[in-house]
């Protein structure tokens, strides 16, 4: 089997479990408990802390650790844009791109829906950027948040965060990146990034499911979206992940932290994947931009057949990729971020996505275009009945 779907989800690592072992066995103390054991865990949570600080470019002060990457979107969209309007009434709207995960959007809906908030959607191009003009004209004096994702994750288009986050900031508005997708392949240090909230996710990199950090800038205001006993100096209550955090501060730092290191190799080998796709597949389109991109993602639409068809041929010949997003998958509805490309119901409807980790060879990758060649002729010969 070749695993081309990374960016839904990456086995873990062994050195990230051999890492966390100790503190799913010997040493599974409460990092708030008052004897040994909880001594031992709350030192592992420090040392994560850190390490995942160093990653980022931050004081381990402005880490918290979550189960995840949409509790971290969660708790920047909803806890920063709450504690400030609650700190000055009049900032009672948001912005994000129109190419967000559901994490950033559904959050930002809610706000909306249950706070009264007003929402600002900035479009994108048709490669899914969004431009400096684009969010500048979207930007109010009420405007209490900007979120805007720092690269895709359908079709791995990268923003230029750095220019964007300035732009907000200029303004005096707080902003937040999803950088999901980003770490590993992108830099990740917070300073030049110049944002003032990040999320990542640990089982996009390496660790296992249900772990992930937000990046909270010193003193920006944070209103918790969970309430419990007070852990992570009261901004995220429960009792705290030792293993989890531990295990993405290890996955953090193999990846290379704020300089990823496997990018360059990955990037020229999906080059090559991206060429003999679109040489080799009559009307073949590549979806998102042709080179800010991540190194990790090719994408595609397949005019003429189904993704999910394309998607299933594949299989059959041992090639693991997705139609889309994996939270789109199963919806017979084209994905939204396609279709805020401009790209038409009938084509998103083709798409299928590459994503891949980085051990990734030029072999499986001959392989998978191969693979690719074969399954959309042969949906495509089976004709429209055939795949609908
Ligand atoms: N944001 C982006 C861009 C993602 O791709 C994902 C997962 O697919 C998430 C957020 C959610 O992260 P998690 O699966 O850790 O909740």
Redesign the pocket.
């Given at each position: 089997m070749i695993f081309l779907d990374a960016?839904?989800?990456t086995p873990v690592r062994r050195e990230v479990l051999e890492a966390m072992w100790p503190y799913l066995t010997g040493e599974f103390g409460n990092a708030s408990s008052h004897h040994s054991l909880g001594d031992a865990a709350a030192t592992a949570l420090a040392g994560a802390r850190a390490a995942t600080a160093k990653a980022l470019g931050c004081r381990p002060g402005e880490v918290i650790f979550t189960?995840?990457?949409?509790?971290?979107?969660n708790l920047a969209v909803k806890g920063i844009a709450l504690a400030r309007r609650a700190a000055e009434p009049r900032l009672d709207r948001v912005v994000i791109s129109a190419v967000?995960?559901?994490?950033?959007e559904e959050s930002a809906r809610y706000l909306e829906r249950v706070h009264g908030f007003a929402l600002d959607v900035v479009p994108v191009d048709s490669y899914g950027r969004v431009t400096e003009e684009a969010l500048a004209a979207a930007l109010r004096p009420e405007t209490a948040l900007v979120s805007i994702?720092?690269?895709?994750?359908e079709v791995g288009t990268v923003q230029p965060i750095a220019r964007l986050a300035a732009l907000a900031r200029s303004r005096g508005i707080p902003f937040h990146t999803?950088?999901?997708?980003?770490a590993g392949w992108l830099p990740l240090d917070t300073t030049v990034l110049g944002v003032d909230a990040l999320?990542i996710?640990?089982?996009?990199l390496g660790a296992p499911?249900?772990?992930?950090a937000l990046f909270v800038r010193g003193r920006t205001r944070l209103e918790p979206v969970i309430h419990g006993g007070g852990q992570e100096r009261g901004r995220r209550s429960g009792t705290e992940n030792v293993a989890g955090a531990v295990a993405l501060a290890t996955a953090l730092t193999l990846a290379g932290g704020t300089r990823p290191v496997p990018a360059a190799r990955v990037e020229s080998l999906r080059d090559d994947f991206i060429r003999s796709v679109l040489s080799g597949v009559p009307g073949a389109v590549l979806t998102g931009h042709p080179s800010q991109r991540l190194p990790s993602v090719a994408s595609f639409c397949f005019p003429g057949t189904s993704g999910e068809s394309v998607l299933l041929e594949l299989e059959r010949q041992g090639v693991i990729c997705s139609s889309g997003?994996?939270?789109a998958a199963g919806s017979d509805e084209p994905s939204p971020v396609l279709l805020a490309l401009g790209i038409e119901p009938a084509v998103a409807q083709t798409a299928v996505r590459f994503s891949f980790d980085s051990t990734v060879t030029a072999a499986e990758l001959q392989e998978a275009a191969a693979a690719v060649r074969t399954a959309v002729g042969s949906v495509r010969a089976l004709g429209p009945t055939g795949w609908q």
């Open positions: 960016a839904a989800t189960s995840g990457g949409t509790e971290a979107d967000e995960h559901p994490a950033v994702m720092y690269a895709n994750n999803d950088a999901v997708q980003g999320s996710s640990g089982h996009k499911k249900g772990n992930g997003s994996a939270c």
